[in-house]
Structures are given as C-alpha cells and as structure tokens.
C-alpha cells in the first residue's frame, strides 16, 4: 500500500460517525502512516553502534572494541587517532593509524558465527596520555566514532617470599635452601597478554620487553652485592616471577627483604615494593611500596573521564517506540469498546 491511497484512506475514516469505533480505526490509520514514514527514513545502516569496554585505560592495556555492522559477514577497518585538543575531532594536524580489519565471524572477529556484531580485543600499543578517537569505517554503512582516554598509571606490585614448599612456606627464609619471589602486578596489562596471537597492526607483547620492565634487589638474602637488580625468570599473566635462588647462612630469626621494581613505559612511572619474610620463623608483613616518575617526584594520578560515540547509535529509535506504544494503547481500546 502506497502513501497516497494511505491518506484517501484516511480522509474516507474523518466522514465516519464520530463514535468510539471511528475514533479507534482514525487512531489506528495514523499510527500505520507514521510506520510506513518511519520506515522510509531511518536507514539500516542507521544502527550501526561503536563501544569501547574499558573506555578508560593505561598504555598497554587492552581494549574489547565491538561494533554491529550494516550487513551481516562484512569487513570494516579499525583506527585510532591522537586528539590532542581534546575536541573530539581529528582537526589537530594528525594522522589517523590503523588498526586491524575485522570481518564478521572471520579474520580478528572474537567469535565463530557471523551475527552482524564484531568483538575485537585490541591490545594497545604505548600511546602517549591524552584523549584518542577510535574509527569502524563500514563499507555499507556510516562511519562512526568513539572516545578512547589513556592514563599515567603507576604499576601495582604486592610481592612475596616463598621457601622451597611454597604457599606453606609464605614469609619464610631457611639458609641454605632455594626461595621464589611472585610479584602481582596490575596497572599495565602487557603482563596480561603474553599470549596473544601477534599481527603487524597489533603487534601483542614482547615478553623480552616485559621482563626488562622488572628487576629484584635480592642481595640481602643471596649475601651478593651485584644482584640487586635481577630480570625476573618468567612472566605470566598479571605475574612476574624469580624462581629457584639459593639463600645464603642467615642469623636464626632475622627478617629479610627484598625489593622489587617496576616501571610502565608509557608514563615512565616506577614502583617499587618491599616484601618481607623471616629466617626460620615466618614474618607476616605486608609489602611496603613507593612510587616515582623520572624526576624522582611523586606523580599524581588523575583520573579523566571517557566520553561516549561521537554521534546517537540509534537515531530515530524514539520515535518507534512512541509509535509502538501508541499502537498498543489503540488496541486495548478497541477491546474494551
């Protein structure tokens, strides 16, 4: 049915009797006429939606892009730009860097069917602080664009002794025998990733470089003066590790430290934390911890808020549910009259 013969129709409703079936039919036309306009004007592509979950993070964090695209099993392209003033624009002189290509249920889609949504896990690269735009360009559908803010954050270290057994041997030296270090870490999530499958345009963690990030002032308790600053052994998620140390003759209840550091290369801002543990008596003494940046002055920490799309995912939605709700309203009428 054409608009037209849609508006004859109703003209024929308004010379009908004014009585409650008229105005139910009157009611009814009109929401049928508001559909069809609706209908006509808000495109498919219309819907297309870009979220970033976190949408606030530190330099080498990841971040799950998802996006739903105008045709099911399409391929759209992911990119990301510095906004140095702030405004939401790329109109500061930058450039725009790719990203990756995602297609719907293939190549970097996180999931297996094509359902006309993409979720990327892009594992950020050491972006400077500041506020960055975040780009899906949809070949059959409007381009759409999101806030991305990146933080100076210091590192989170709580480190801890362990003897030979380990977890019953929490805080505790006994000279002679090997000790581990395990140092959780927060605040900079290339620990978390060692694992990603690595491509040019998210190139994933260098577990070389994660290590360098980390030393461990082990002299105390090695009776070494050069291992104050040792690599860890092995680098797991949200975890760094110094296994396997041999401990030398040590004073019968004495209390030990060791002194681990750790710094996020994007912001340059070291930690350093202190566990603690015991000769033959087991110390249960929380890390103490210290934070600097390159000045070796404590940097405050501020938290700036992301922002939302640049533009309404779902233009004109309102006005559908309006509609839907008045057609509901006209129906309960009808059946009560």
């Known amino acids: 049915m054409n608009l037209p013969i849609i508006v004859h129709k109703l003209f024929e409703v308004t010379r009908m009797q004014r009585s409650a079936q008229g105005m139910t039919l009157l009611l009814l036309a009109v929401i049928a006429v508001l559909l069809l306009v609706s209908a006509a004007i808000i495109p498919t592509s219309a819907t297309t939606i870009l979220v970033l979950q976190p949408s606030t993070v530190s330099s080498g964090d990841s971040v799950y892009v998802s996006a739903n695209l105008a045709r099911n099993g399409s391929t759209v392209g992911l990119s990301y730009y510095f906004d140095r003033n702030a405004n939401g624009k790329d109109d500061d002189g930058g450039s725009w860097v790719p990203i990756t290509n995602v297609t719907d249920g293939g190549l970097h889609d996180g999931k297996n069917t094509s359902t006309g949504f993409i979720n990327f896990l892009w594992m950020t690269p050491q972006l400077s602080p500041g506020q960055y735009i975040v780009r899906v360009e949809d070949p059959y559908g409007p381009t759409r664009t999101t806030v991305l803010?990146?933080?100076n954050v210091q590192l989170k270290l709580i480190p801890t002794i362990y003897g030979p057994k380990g977890i019953s041997d929490k805080g505790l030296i006994n000279p002679g025998n090997s000790f581990s270090i395990i140092a959780n870490v927060t605040g900079n999530c290339r620990l978390c990733h060692t694992t990603d499958n690595p491509t040019t345009?998210?190139?994933?963690?260098d577990d070389q470089k994660v290590k360098k990030a980390f030393s461990a002032d082990l002299s105390q308790i090695?009776?070494?003066?050069?291992?104050t600053?040792?690599?860890?052994?092995?680098?797991?998620?949200?975890?760094?590790?110094?296994?396997?140390?041999?401990?030398?003759?040590?004073?019968?209840?004495?209390?030990?430290?060791?002194?681990?550091t750790g710094t996020n290369p994007a912001g340059n801002l070291t930690t350093q934390s202190t566990a603690y543990a015991g000769v033959n008596t087991a110390v249960n003494r929380p890390p103490s911890t210290t934070y600097q940046?390159?000045?070796?002055?404590?940097?405050?920490?501020?938290?700036?808020?992301?922002?939302?799309?640049?533009?309404?995912?779902?233009?004109?939605f309102e006005a559908l549910f309006a509609v839907a709700g008045l057609t509901l309203v006209a129906y309960l009428v009808s059946k009560r009259r």
């Open 293 to 316: 940046n390159a000045t070796g002055s404590s940097p405050s920490a501020s938290a700036a808020q992301s922002s939302g799309s640049s533009s309404n995912p779902l233009p004109g």
């Open 222 to 227: 090695t009776g070494f003066s050069s291992d």
């Open 149 to 151: 803010t990146v933080q």
């Open 201 to 205: 345009q998210n190139p994933g963690v």
């Open 229 to 260: 600053a040792l690599a860890p052994d092995y680098v797991h998620h949200q975890q760094v590790q110094w296994m396997s140390i041999a401990s030398k003759t040590l004073a019968d209840n004495q209390t030990l430290n060791v002194t681990v």
